[in-house]
């Protein structure tokens, strides 16, 4: 907040699951409280200058803003678009601007792109790291889950049995993300209640079954598994340009071209859950 009301543009980063849209998303009621229109970013920051108005008081959001489509971000000039803008909203009092990045993908950007060190780009940037979360506030973002949650009472009560809940709150691989799962009364519809103490431990220990379930348990678009198929059955690698040639052959012939299915949207749904991206 100190960095929006000083300078307007704040870039929040972390890693994968450590709660960057959460943050995001509450910053942005926070405004919308205090009567901003609200507009976010799907695709490309050009959406904007449609809605931009002077006039008004706004706030725009672009989640993950170079997630999707690295490369083309930065051979296309969009780097330096996002930076015009960047300074355009530093100057306008009745303006914010949030974006969110994964910290090795706003790195990269920085190492490629000589117009964010050149703008100096790090004043907006709020990174989000495991670290940074206190044991207390661990233990909120804990009880939070368990409070909203829709497991049973039995279940519910295997966390506080001999304070079960502080294995939770003080191990190495707490995370948000694991935290919203463990929680989650669907991931565990087939388990007993005096199995699921095990099973939360599991998961501690374990956290890429998280995403196995994920998988198995088709949390996630049809078209999103095909295309995680595909890229194990390609060896566990595909390059870019054929990855957004099979997913659109793949639209075509198998979701009758669903607008909703786009290339960018079923990688962003994917990088840093079901898949990595490299870049190099």
């Known amino acids: 907040l100190e960095k929006l009301e000083t300078i307007h543009v704040v870039i929040i980063s972390g890693i994968p699951g450590i709660g960057k849209t959460t943050l995001a998303e509450n910053l942005v009621l926070y405004y919308e409280n205090k009567e901003y ?22 706030i725009f959001y672009f989640d993950d803003f170079l997630g999707s489509t ?20 530093s100057k306008d009092e009745n303006k914010r601007f949030i974006l969110t990045s994964r910290t090795n993908i706003l ?24 670290e940074d979360i206190t044991r207390w506030e661990k233990a909120k ?3 939070n889950h368990i409070y909203f949650t829709n497991l049973s009472s039995e279940m519910i009560e295997e966390l506080y049995t001999d304070k ?4 939770i709150i003080d191990h190495p691989n707490f995370n948000p993300r694991i935290i919203s799962f463990i929680t989650n009364n669907s991931n565990f519809i087939n388990v007993n209640p005096n199995e699921y103490w095990d099973q939360v431990l599991q998961s501690l220990e374990h956290p890429e079954q998280i995403w196995s379930k994920v998988f198995e348990n088709h949390q996630i678009d049809g078209i999103s598994i095909d295309v995680v198929v595909a890229i194990v059955l390609s060896g566990g690698s595909i390059n870019e340009n054929a990855l957004m040639y099979f997913i659109n052959r793949l ?11 786009t290339f960018n949207y079923i990688v962003k749904n994917l990088c840093g859950s079901l898949l990595n991206k490299n870049r190099d």
């Open 107 to 130: 790195n990269r950007g920085k190492f490629l792109s000589t117009k964010f060190s050149d703008r100096n780009i790090d004043q907006n940037e709020f990174e989000l790291r495991i």
């Open 251 to 261: 639209n075509e012939k198998r979701y009758g071209n669903n607008a909703k299915y």
């Open 141 to 143: 973002i804990l009880y």
């Open 37 to 58: 229109e609200f507009f976010s970013i799907e695709n490309s920051i050009n959406e904007i200058e449609s809605v931009y108005d002077s006039e008004k008081k706004q």
């Open 164 to 167: 079960r809940y502080k294995v």
């Open 70 to 89: 690295f490369l083309e971000a930065i051979e296309g000039n969009t780097d330096a678009r996002i930076l015009s803008f960047i300074y355009r909203i």
